[in-house]
C-alpha cells in the first residue's frame, strides 16, 4: 500500500521541484562572481564610448554583470522564478535563446538607442528566456503557454507606456527597451527552432 501510494505521489513532487537545480547554481554563481571583484562593472558593462573605441567584448560582458547585490537578486529572483516554472521544458536550444536575445539587446542598444551612453545586467535576457519559454510550454499545454506570452506583451507593453514597473528600481536606472530587445530575440529563436523542429 505504501509503495502504491509513493509511486503516486513521486511524480508529482518530483514536478514541483525545479529542474536541472546545479544548472541553476551554475548560472548563479556565473552572475554573482563578478561582483566580488572590485571595478568588474565598470570594466564590463557595455558603454557605448568603450564599444566604438575597440572594447567589443563589452556587448557581451553587459549581460553579466549588475550594479549592486539588490540588482542582481533582483535578477537572480528572475532566473529562479523561470527555472522553477519552465525547466522540465528545458533543451540544449534554451542556450540557443540565450544567445540570440543577448545578440538583440545588444545589437538593439547600439542601433536603437544611440543616446543611452551605459548598461548592464541580466534582464534583457531574462525576458529573452521567458518569452523562449513561453513557446516551449506551448507544447506541453497550450493554455499554459498563451498565458506566459500574455503576461509578458503585457509587461512589456506597460513599460514601453509608463516605464518600469515599480517605482523602487527607479534607482537601477532600468533600461525597460533591453526587456523588449530581449524578449523578441527570445521569441525569434524560439519560433525558428520549432520551425526547424528542434526540440525547444
Known sequence: MESSLWSKL?????????????GLAAA??????????PGAAEALRYERAAVAGGEAWRLATAHLVHHDGAHLALN???????????????????WVAVLVSASTVAGGLWFLRPDLAWYLGASGVLHGL??????????????????TLALLGAKLAWEQWQGPLSASVEALAVIVDAHLYGALGGLAAALALRWRRQPL
Open 10 to 22: 513521486r511524480p508529482r513532487l518530483q514536478a514541483a521541484l525545479p529542474a536541472h537545480p546545479a
Open 28 to 37: 548563479a554563481v556565473l552572475l554573482s562572481a563578478p561582483l566580488a571583484v
Open 130 to 147: 521567458w518569452a523562449a519559454a513561453g513557446v516551449a510550454a506551448r507544447r506541453r499545454w497550450r493554455l499554459e503557454g498563451d498565458v
Open 76 to 94: 537572480l529572483g528572475g532566473l529562479a522564478l523561470l527555472w522553477w516554472l519552465f525547466a522540465r521544458d528545458a533543451r540544449p536550444a534554451y
